[in-house]
């Protein structure tokens, strides 16, 4: 939103004052040093002091100005913002949902433990997304290991290209993300100086925007340019290089087979593919999924639990005929509305838009069923997760983002303390993957189509001299070779007619921003007829990859708040009955023998039924016993009281209402699954039960 007239008279007014109070100083300063009248030194002074006094004031009318047309984000914002999450991570440490590892040892940056109930927390989610997807989609899963040959990632392209570009402090060779340093540099002088001119403020905006284009030598200028330097001891920087972030290995003892940790799971599927194919019975479309752990090594984690050097991805790949991305079960959630993101709204109004899925397919905003089809279901998972519809979007990446082979990607984005975070990938990475293990395997990781009768079929040959490429493009060369190869049909046709009819032509690989002088000698592009009982081709694949600690870590963030209370600010995390660590707590009233009995009872039928849950028998009293629980994000609690001793009957109490009804002890167990499950809701139970007149201070 572009400031108000009257803002903008005020910020005039806020820089006209501060240059008076530099001129003044100056003269101040001039006076002494010439040895002037003590009267007139004195006299200088007091009107210095009367021009600062202004200042001030002007410029706290302006700052609330600020504040009132921001709609309070600024720096009481950011304030909010920080104090919020530092009460959510001293609960989550208070209650050991996660500790920072080897601890005793002053830590490592960058790895974190799950304590208990964090474990459980992570169990449920991934439990829920194996259901969710694999099981629902019918996926094969797989595990492969975490060590990876090099091989592997040199033909996926990690090897030489999954770098960020780093700085050095000069003096103490610390390291630093050099976008990171600009990005905070930037931020920092946006929120702090309110009275910066519109132009230099939007010139600010922009670096911020198109941060992620830079390479090594345009980040080099804008750190100078904005004198960013090392935060810790405002030393200079050294110039940006590229750091590889994956942790490299030896393979066996001889350590002449090198490997790294893997950075993703997604390779150990594509390595596999012809194996799964087989036992799929040769047929597309097929999805394969993968949990496990992958490994960055980050130059500066920060960030909290959300940027890390280990952690634990949930992939699939979904391969798929490039001649055919729809998708069977479409339909299903086509009628989902939620917010979305698009390339256009980004570079125009700049404002996510509420839209129908099957809308978004329809209009070529999402490019095909498919892609459609994951982020439909994406959105449903995350939101029975516990995650709020209103602070997920789903945002589409802007050309430069996209690698130079992909078709359409989208990022899930989740909206904590720290801003949008990308939590879940998905992108339609066209037949990349597969392609690139071929040439550098040998083995064709094909699918084969078989025609119900034999057709004649117009085949487009494109092959690029990669020795003519080479010689001509150098490190470039790839990347062209590889955007030749999948050129669509009228794109090829035109490029023959061209080269055929100049010899040459310029071309901008796809996804890229440079043109290419390409020779008629660099590429050989022929259309002809064959008579074909099937084909074979290279599938394309569809990928959602979920970054699973950075989910639960937004589940944490939109679950936390604090409930008021006779003493002090109780702090609850309302987790879904889904997530929940544990599901029920049992409590006897008091200590006593028999009450203790009947709550060992209970919490057995509760473990029969395979619900988790907690026992406490602890004198503490009941309130501070509820609390304990509501801090854990135990949704219900079973109380063992006086009245169970005569009627059999127990109280089962809701975490965020309060609210409590009493049940027989020998049916509560049945009741608290069915609750878990989703089977039955709080108001179904209150409807059904009495209910118990009971006061929480």
């Known amino acids: 939103m572009a400031p108000s007239d009257e803002l903008e008279a005020l910020r005039v007014a806020v820089v006209a004052k501060q240059e008076q109070v530099t001129t003044q100083g100056d003269t101040v300063r001039a006076l002494k040093a010439a040895k002037a009248d003590r009267a007139e030194i004195d006299a200088a ?88 997807f694999v099981l629902e989609e019918n996926m094969l899963e797989v595990d492969c290991p975490c060590v990876t040959p090099d091989a592997v990632l040199r ?74 330097k090392a935060p810790d001891t405002k030393n200079d920087l050294s110039a940006p290089y590229p750091f590889n972030l994956m942790f490299a290995t030896a393979i066996g003892p001889t350590g002449l087979l090198h490997g790294f940790l893997r950075p993703e799971t997604a390779q150990g599927i594509f390595v596999n593919f012809k194996d799964l194919l087989y036992y799929n019975g040769g047929k597309l479309p097929f999805a394969a999924a993968q949990i496990g752990q992958a490994f960055r090594n980050e130059i500066a984690p920060r960030a909290g639990l959300l940027r890390v050097r280990e952690f634990t991805l949930a992939e699939m790949e979904h391969f798929v005929s490039p001649a055919d991305k729809s998708h069977p079960r479409f339909s299903s959630v086509a009628d989902l509305a939620f917010l979305l993101y698009p390339r256009a709204e980004q570079l125009g109004p700049k404002h996510p838009v509420t839209m129908r899925l099957g809308a978004a397919v329809e209009k070529g905003i999402i490019n095909n069923e498919t892609l459609g089809y994951f982020i439909g279901r994406t959105f449903l998972f995350l939101s029975r997760l516990g995650i709020d519809p209103q602070r997920l979007r789903f945002r589409q990446h802007l050309q430069h983002e996209m690698a130079h082979y992909a078709t359409d990607c989208w990022d899930a984005e989740i909206e904590c303390s720290y801003g949008w975070v990308e939590c879940v990938g998905l992108a339609d990475r066209s037949a990349f993957d597969l392609k690139a293990h071929t040439d550098k395997s040998k083995v064709e990781l094909v699918a084969y189509e078989k025609f119900p009768e034999p057709r004649e079929v117009e085949v487009m040959s494109i092959v690029p001299s990669k020795k003519e490429i080479g010689k001509a493009f150098k490190r470039d060369a790839k990347i062209i070779a590889e955007s030749l190869e999948t050129m669509a049909e009228p794109e090829a046709l035109a490029m023959k007619a061209a080269l055929e009819a100049d010899g040459k032509m310029d071309y901008t690989p796809c996804g890229g921003t440079q043109a290419f002088s390409i020779t008629k000698e660099m590429v050989a592009i022929s259309k002809e007829t064959k008579k074909l009982q099937g084909q074979s081709f290279t599938p394309s694949v569809i990928e959602p990859s979920f970054g699973i600690g950075r989910i639960i870590y937004c589940i944490y963030e939109h679950s936390f708040y604090t409930r008021p209370s006779t003493d002090e600010a109780r702090t609850v995390f309302r987790f879904t009955p889904l997530v929940a660590p544990i599901k029920c707590t049992v409590f006897p009233l008091v200590q006593r023998g028999d009450l203790e009995k009947v709550a060992q009872e209970a919490s057995a039928g509760l473990t029969r039924a395979g619900v988790a849950n907690k026992i406490d028998t602890t004198g503490t009293t009941i309130g501070k016993r509820y609390a304990r629980t509501d801090e854990l994000g135990c949704p219900f609690a079973i109380t063992v009281d006086g009245q169970t001793l005569e009627d059999g009957t127990v109280t089962l109490r809701e975490r965020d209402s309060t609210a409590q009804v009493r049940i027989h002890k020998d049916d509560v167990a049945l009741v608290v699954r069915q609750l878990a499950d989703g089977l039955l809701v709080w108001s179904d139970v209150q409807s059904k039960y009495p209910a118990v007149a009971q006061k929480e201070g």
């Open 155 to 228: 033909a996926s392209g990690h090897v030489d290209k999954f770098t960020d570009l780093m700085v050095k402090d000069v003096k103490t060779q610390a390291c630093y993300r050099a976008d990171h340093l600009l990005k905070d540099h930037l931020s920092d002088l946006l929120e702090k100086d309110l009275t910066m001119a519109p132009a230099r403020r939007e010139e600010v905006k922009h670096v911020l925007a198109v941060l992620d284009e830079y390479g090594a030598e345009e980040l080099d200028a804008k750190l100078k340019e904005y004198g960013v």
């Open 45 to 132: 002074i007091e009107k210095l002091k009367h021009l600062k006094i202004d200042l001030e004031s002007a410029t706290k009318e302006f700052t609330a100005k600020a504040e009132a047309e921001g709609g309070g984000k600024g720096k009481d914002a950011s304030i909010n913002r920080e104090a919020f999450r530092q009460a959510v991570n001293n609960a989550l440490e208070r209650r050991l949902f996660f500790i920072p590892s080897f601890k005793i040892y002053g830590g490592v940056a960058g790895l974190f433990d799950y304590g208990p109930p964090g474990c459980a927390v992570k169990s449920n989610v991934l439990a829920f997304w194996r259901q969710h």
